[in-house]
């Protein structure tokens, strides 16, 4: 089993997926506020940055 391997997504499935990492992140930030108030700086600081580097490879291709 290769849980690494390569696959592709329709945006409809990509906007699923979306969704879902989202509803997740909630509902962690949600239940687990108080232990991840100390790393707020940290964790914008992450989400930015990736955040970015997703944005400059999408723009170059």
Not at 5 to 22: A, E, H, M, P
Not at 27 to 34: P, Q
Not at 36 to 46: D, E, H, Q, V
């Amino acid at each position: 089993m290769n849980i690494l391997k390569s696959f592709t997504l329709n945006w409809w499935q990509l906007g699923i997926f979306k969704i879902t990492v989202l509803a997740f992140g909630i509902a962690i930030g949600t239940y687990w506020h108080e232990f991840f108030s100390a790393y707020l700086p940290i964790l914008i600081l992450i989400a930015v940055v990736c955040g970015l580097y997703i944005a400059s490879v999408w723009w170059k291709q």
